[in-house]
């Protein structure tokens, strides 16, 4: 059976300089739609007889109930890299009609997602600004009904309260704690490139660390996994591309990695 992960986000939009040139006038020159995503990808698809499918989290926010429904039904595999719960919650076709119609609901895709791990997907959270709780909170992951209120968390992490990110413009230390681990083997964790920031989290229960990065004197989950039915979840708490990840991706053993944490045979 051919291996299918879904990507989704690490694409941004660009709009160029403004120049001003009168008190009444502007323009914004140029335009560009950037792939950060496109890194990893490149590895993943290196895994034999994997396909991959890449898109932006605005695409995803847009897809319709069917579309989404198919996508499920085709993917082994899904990523979300700076994904926003509301890109993953909502749809303008939610907001269509609201006073006309008598009740105003929509399928919740936390539920269909969770159901599609508990039969045997692989759902992967990748760091990010907009990844865990993010960027003065804009994340929100952790007040979604995956993590909230609920005993039985879907992600292997627990989001804090907040802003998450914890950046430096020099490194922090990394080690494995757990050596045995597919992912992990035989790869030089000692050669791990400079990593720019990543999303402070904590294990939830029954999760299992695997990385752990050091801030200060405090150590934090890196990368971390728990079962869920006959699926599993899976995080990376720092970017698999810039610019947490600008070094981490030149590293000679980035494709290694990837490809191990991906490979069917793990599941």
């Not at 120049?19 to 995503?37: G, H, P, Q, T």
């Not at 609201?98 to 992967?124: C, M, N, Y």
């Not at 869920?228 to 991706?249: C, D, I, Q």
Request: charged content about 20%.
């Amino acid at each position: 059976m051919n291996h299918r992960i879904w990507h989704v986000g690490n694409w941004c939009a660009h709009w160029g300089n403004e120049f001003r040139e009168s008190a009444f006038r502007s323009s914004i020159k140029d335009f560009e739609v950037l792939n950060y995503a496109k890194f990893l990808v490149r590895a993943l698809e290196r895994i034999p007889s994997t396909e991959v499918i890449s898109i932006p989290s605005w695409e995803l926010y847009h897809m319709s109930p069917e579309d989404f429904d198919k996508r499920l039904e085709w993917a082994t595999a899904i990523i979300f890299g700076d994904v926003e719960t509301q890109s993953l919650h909502l749809n303008p076709s939610f907001f269509q009609n609201q006073f006309e119609s008598r009740h105003v609901t929509f399928p919740d895709r936390f539920d269909l997602l969770k159901q599609w791990i508990e039969a045997g997907g692989h759902f992967h959270m990748n760091g990010g600004w907009f990844s865990f709780s993010g960027h003065q909170g804009y994340g929100g992951w952790g007040r979604s009904r995956w993590q909230k209120d609920t005993e039985e968390r879907v992600l292997p992490v627990e989001c804090v309260a907040g802003d998450d990110l914890i950046e430096s413009t020099a490194s922090f230390q990394v080690r494995t704690v757990k050596d045995d681990h597919a992912a992990v083997q035989e790869i030089d964790w000692a050669s791990v490139p400079p990593i720019l920031g990543f999303n402070e989290t904590a294990p939830s229960p029954g999760a299992e660390v695997i990385v752990e990065i050091q801030n200060g004197n405090a150590w934090y989950p890196l990368l971390a996994e728990r079962r869920l039915g006959k699926g599993r979840t899976t995080a990376w708490t720092t970017g698999a591309s810039p610019h947490w990840g600008v070094n981490f991706m030149k590293w000679e053993q980035y494709d290694r990695f990837w490809q191990q944490l991906f490979a069917p045979r793990l599941k």
